[in-house]
Each structure stands twice: as C-alpha cells, then as structure tokens.
C-alpha cells in the first residue's frame, strides 16, 4: 500500500477537478478524498497499490479539460485513509 498528499496548484477550481479525481481515483481503486482548499489550490490524499498511485498522480497533472495544474508538490500520505474516494466539504476561505 502505498499513500500519497498532494496539494495540487493552478486554475483547478470551478473547473470540475474534484470530481473529475473522484471518479479517476475510483477507476483505479484508490482510496483517499479531494477537497478545495482556496487560494486555487486543491488537497487530495490518495492510498493504493504503488502502480495505481503513480497513475493516478500522472492524471493529476493533467486533469480534467477545463483545469491548467501549474504545479503539484507530494508528501507522505496516510495510509490509514477511508475506504473509497471521496470529495470531502472545502476549507473555508481565510
């Protein structure tokens, strides 16, 4: 099992991304959530076997249609994640 943190940055809000992942991170069978965190910037916590991970994360760099991903910086997951892949609520605006 492997688990990822990713903090996804560019025009990836009001583009359909989070649900987008959702349905790409169920394709694979990860587990994990997708939420906004503002600032255009999107939070997602993938866990799953290492092939489905890597897979999952070229998708993100790519993204739906609409999205322009600028960057994506990758942190130690934890593995303990939900089962399934769910869009969590977003973060209130600071």
Known sequence: MKA??????????GVGYRDWLVAEA????IS????????DQV???LA????AVAACLRACHRGPPLAAVDKITQSTGDDSAEQGFVKRPSLPAL
């Open 32 to 39: 994990g959530w997708v939420r906004n965190i503002g600032h």
């Open 4 to 13: 990822i943190r990713l903090l996804i940055t560019g025009h990836v809000q």
């Open 48 to 51: 799953g076997k290492p092939d």
């Open 26 to 29: 169920r394709r694979l069978g």
């Open 43 to 45: 939070e997602a916590m």
